[in-house]
């Protein structure tokens, strides 16, 4: 989909970059703490999005359509949304539960034919299952699944699998990614708790020595 100058300036930027190289500083809010610019590598988002892939099923037959530009995960698209159209009949779906609300809710929903769609992922917010059922049986999403994460982690820690029975997908986060280590305290009934996390796509670049999730 691109010229011959477009393929020697990728080889001349692949032999340019390192794997440890940053690739985006995405900023957020913080689940806890004062708003900070998260610096990723190129390690931390491919090994991310390739151990999703994994996790998803996704094959040379999947064609995911992402989150709108507005939001993160547009960093991380290889080509731009607006050369696709109803026609290239995406298999799979990307959203925060906001998102699939205002799909659903959209006047014209039914007017769309959406039997090429079998899979999905929904994340960014506590996904309610009233929400997860109107996806699988109204937009065809029967292998959706749940993830769970944070920016400063690339962002993915915990995504549910293929193999989970539905009802089971929809109710946690699922489980752990590969390569990642999660720590859980033993505290009180009914206090706030932490959730450490370590993997090889944490966000510690020039920041090794302060950096814990």
Not at 197 to 207: E, I, K
Request: with cysteine; aromatic share 8%; glycine share 8%.
């Amino acid at each position: 989909m691109g010229s011959e100058g477009d393929r020697l300036k990728l080889m001349k930027t692949e032999r340019e970059t390192q794997p440890d190289d940053p690739i985006i500083i995405q900023y957020t809010s913080g689940t806890t703490g004062q708003p900070k610019g998260a610096t990723l590598t190129h390690h931390n988002i491919l090994n991310n999005a390739y151990f999703i892939g994994i996790r998803a099923g996704y094959h040379e037959q999947t064609c995911v359509f992402p989150a709108p530009s507005f939001e993160a995960l547009a960093a991380i698209q290889a080509i731009d949304e607006e050369k696709y159209g109803p026609a290239d009949k995406c298999t799979a779906l990307y959203g925060t539960p906001t998102m699939f609300i205002d799909m659903l809710n959209h006047p014209d929903f039914l007017n769309y034919n959406l039997n090429s769609i079998r899979s999905g992922i929904i994340s960014g917010a506590p996904c309610p299952a009233t929400l997860c059922r109107r996806m699988v049986n109204e937009m065809n999403m029967k292998d959706m699944q749940v993830c769970y994460g944070t920016t400063e982690i690339s962002p993915i820690a915990f995504m549910s699998t293929r193999d989970d029975p539905p009802e089971q997908r929809i109710k946690n986060v699922g489980h752990i990614m590969d390569h990642l280590e999660v720590m859980q305290y033993s505290i009180m009934c009914f206090a706030i708790g932490n959730l450490n996390m370590r993997s090889v796509g944490a966000s510690v670049l020039n920041v090794w020595h302060k950096t814990f999730f």
